[in-house]
Nanobody
């Protein structure tokens, strides 16, 4: 069982930066693939980024590639999402997710554990 708690969201102007954190409980955190997803008002939840258990491989949605960076610190049971050059269309609730072995890093239904989400609002 893994419990996830996101933090770091807030209001930022376009072009600004934020770093989201997701703290996980459980001693097996380092065994899990971690992902970030987001859901904008009136839209379906979408994949943002994912990172393998070792941090050796990362995956990004095309819309955030080059602007966002996912990383993890297994000693701290925490995964991060650094977001630079933010745009108003990045406004959404951001969710952290975990799964031991998802068949697809990009598919939200492959992740068993979810945080409660943190709001990111980018003003123009």
């Amino acid at each position: 069982q893994v419990q996830l708690v996101e933090s770091g969201g807030g209001l930022v102007q376009a072009g600004g930066s934020l770093r989201l954190s997701c703290a996980a409980s459980g001693r097996t955190f380092s065994s899990y693939v971690m992902g970030w997803f987001r859901q904008a008002p009136g839209k379906e939840r979408e994949f943002v980024a994912a990172i393998t258990w070792s941090g050796g491989s990362t995956y990004y949605a095309d819309s955030v590639k080059g602007r966002f960076t996912i990383s993890r610190d297994n000693a701290k049971n925490t995964v991060y999402l650094r977001m630079n050059s933010l745009k108003p269309e990045d406004t959404a609730v951001y969710y952290c997710a975990a799964d031991w072995d998802p068949a697809s890093y990009y598919d939200e239904y492959e992740y068993d554990y979810w945080g409660q989400g943190t709001q990111v609002t980018v003003s123009s």
